[in-house]
C-alpha cells in the first residue's frame, strides 16, 4: 500500500500549486483522507480532508477560502489545489488515508501515510 504525493515547487507569493495524492496496492474510495504539512521546525499541522466520496470537506481556517481539496476515487488519487500561497505555506506536504469513511483533523486517525512533497513559497 502506498500513497505518492507530488505537485510540490517553489513558487512566489500569489501564486498557486496543485498536489496530487495517488494511492496504490489498495482503493480508498471508501476511506477519508486528508492532507498535513510541516513546516521547518514546527509540528505537523492539518491542513484539509475529505470524505469517501467528497460530499464533506473540513479545511483549516489559515487556509479556508485558498485551497480546495477533492478527489477522485476512478483514479485513487486525491488533489490539493492551492491558490494565494503565501510564505507561511512553505512546508512539507503529507497526504494520508483513514481507515474511517469521513476525513478527520486528527493525525492519528491516519494510518497511511505519503513521503511528502516540498512547497516553497518566495516573498
Known amino acids: 500500500v502506498q500513497l505518492q504525493a507530488s505537485g510540490g515547487g517553489l513558487v512566489q507569493a500569489g501564486g498557486s500549486l496543485r498536489l496530487s495524492c495517488a494511492a496504490s496496492?489498495?482503493?480508498?474510495?471508501?476511506?477519508?483522507m486528508g492532507w498535513f504539512r510541516q513546516a521547518p521546525g514546527k509540528g505537523r499541522e492539518f491542513v484539509a480532508a475529505?470524505?469517501?466520496?467528497?460530499?464533506?470537506?473540513y479545511y483549516a481556517d489559515s487556509v479556508k477560502g485558498r485551497y480546495t481539496i477533492s478527489r477522485d476515487n476512478a483514479k485513487n488519487t486525491m488533489y490539493l489545489q492551492m491558490n494565494t500561497l503565501k510564505p507561511e505555506d512553505t512546508a512539507v506536504y503529507y497526504c494520508?488515508?483513514?481507515?474511517?469513511?469521513?476525513?478527520?483533523?486528527?493525525?492519528?486517525?491516519?494510518?497511511?501515510w505519503g513521503q511528502g512533497t516540498l512547497v516553497t513559497i518566495s516573498s
Open positions: 496496492g489498495r482503493t480508498f474510495s471508501n476511506s477519508g
Open positions: 475529505i470524505s469517501w466520496n467528497g460530499g464533506n470537506t
Open positions: 494520508a488515508a483513514a481507515l474511517t469513511a469521513v476525513g478527520a483533523t486528527d493525525p492519528r486517525r491516519y494510518i497511511y
